[in-house]
């Protein structure tokens, strides 16, 4: 690939073209054309893996594969519905793998990570009706690991400046003894900084706790061994795997879960149902009440499937290429700022956060998608304390990446923020439903969807 497709002026080097100058892996959509406001379609740039990653072609190719099958899951007699059976349960099997999961590790289908970690939440151990620990949090996780435990006993610890400083931090709240859950994110969602997961599990068991770690930007960008590490719990999405459906799932230490409270009242979660009392089942069922997401499950574990299977060194490689081109590239340009949390952090998944000095960040995100074809997300990456602490009330910009990145997306991304920065906006903005949109946009749509913006529906996301 010559740099010539690079119109920004910021080129990568040699080796960056190596590693990432094409795919990983294919993915869905990798063509996707975008309408431009100033006329005519453009390669779609998606920079926005954080959020949803695209569905990689195998698992979309997988997906039509079992399509024919699908049908109600455990209690059928019928063919289909024997295939569908086996699908879902050989997928835990599959899951367990991926993460490295101990032989008895629970495997418990979910909606998303959201829904996993609220359910660890009604599993924390307690002696009549008390809770007997509290769980302690970071002020840097992503609201889903901030919010479900806001309703049991819990202690919150401000991170340091550095790492090393939140470890030692960490340290003194476990040592003052009462904690049963030390909950921490593997990945942050809002600048991609990894913490040492395997050193915080051996500083929860220390002092007696249990830890759980949220794995849902860390799980697509890195391999996961939790019996290595000791890590009791672990949590992620398929959506965020390169697989559709949004399925979740929490992988982990049986007894917990086996004695907490049933997360979904319903169906397939009893032993005997009686009138006005009920007798639990254990193991998985017992919490996944109702009818399962049984594609959701199959296409995270062929999702998970082929992650594993990719060179873990070709895998680091392509995604430590594109963020480090995009980080050079967004530091070269006046008035551009690249966020981080640790100044000792050293590793760091395919995101990078940002701000504009000038622009309010849904503007420039309104901007890049319009002008230039390149989708990224903007706001507080409902990650609000961290935000705050950070300086950026109001929000920033986040670009994040993947195994169907190439390094002529973040060319794109560099170059509508070099052209901002020399020349300013080429179009009007209005805000619409809290959202920067086009004004006077007259793009088209598919002709079974909406045509508008699809800004009706966000939450306002603006008062602390």
Request: with cysteine; proline share 6%.
């Amino acid at each position: 690939m010559s740099t010539a497709t690079f119109s920004s002026t910021i080129q990568p080097s040699p080796g960056q073209e190596l590693a990432a100058g094409r795919p990983l892996a294919a993915v869905t959509g990798a063509e996707l054309q975008a309408p431009l406001i100033q006329g005519g379609h453009v390669r779609y740039a998606n920079l926005d893996y954080g959020a949803s990653a695209p569905a990689l072609t195998i698992v979309s190719a997988y997906l039509n594969e079992v399509l024919p099958y699908y049908a109600s899951v455990h209690r059928g007699a019928g063919y289909a519905s024997q295939i569908s059976t086996s699908v879902y349960e050989n997928s835990r099997n599959i899951v367990r793998g991926f993460v490295g999961g101990r032989p008895d590790d629970s495997v418990i289908f979910t909606r998303n990570t959201t829904d996993s970690l609220n359910l660890l939440a009604g599993c924390l151990p307690q002696i009549d009706g008390k809770h007997t620990g509290e769980v302690l949090y970071l002020d840097i996780e992503h609201h889903a690991n901030l919010l479900p435990w806001q309703g049991v006993p819990h202690r919150s610890v401000v991170a340091d400046t550095t790492l090393a400083g939140t470890i030692a931090k960490i340290r003194g709240e476990l040592s003052q003894g009462g904690v049963s859950l030390l909950a921490v994110t593997g990945a942050s969602n809002v600048t991609g900084e990894i913490l040492p997961i395997k050193e915080l599990a051996a500083l929860a068991h220390e002092y007696g706790a249990r830890i759980v770690v949220d794995a849902a930007q860390l799980a697509p960008h890195r391999p996961i061994n939790i019996a290595a590490a000791d890590v009791d719990y672990v949590v992620f999405s398929g959506h965020k795997l390169y697989a559709p459906f949004g399925a979740g799932v929490v992988v982990g230490r049986p007894d917990w879960l086996d004695a907490g409270t049933p997360h979904l009242a319903g169906g397939g979660a009893v032993r005997e149902a009686r009138l006005d009392s009920v007798s639990w089942a254990t193991g998985p069922a017992r919490h996944e009440g109702g009818s399962p997401n049984v594609l959701g499950a199959a296409t995270l574990a062929r999702a998970a499937q082929v992650l594993s299977g990719l060179d873990p060194q070709a895998w680091h490689n392509h995604e430590a290429a594109i963020r480090a081109y995009l980080v050079e590239g967004l530091q070269a340009i006046d008035g551009v700022s690249v966020h981080r949390i640790f100044s000792d952090s050293t590793d760091t998944i395919g995101v990078v956060n940002f701000s504009v000095e000038g622009f309010d960040a849904g503007l420039v995100a309104a901007y890049l998608a319009a002008e230039h074809g390149v989708g990224l997300r903007d706001g507080r990456f409902c990650a609000h304390p961290l935000l705050k602490r950070l300086g950026l009330p109001s929000g920033s910009l986040r670009a994040s990446f993947g195994v169907g990145s190439r390094l002529e997306d973040a060319g794109r991304l560099l170059r509508g923020i070099e052209e901002l920065k020399r020349t300013g906006l080429g179009w009007d903005y209005v805000v619409d439903e809290g959202r920067w949109v086009p004004a006077n946009d007259h793009r088209t749509y598919p002709e079974w969807a909406p045509n508008t913006p699809g800004t009706a529906g966000a939450a306002p996301c603006t008062v602390d």
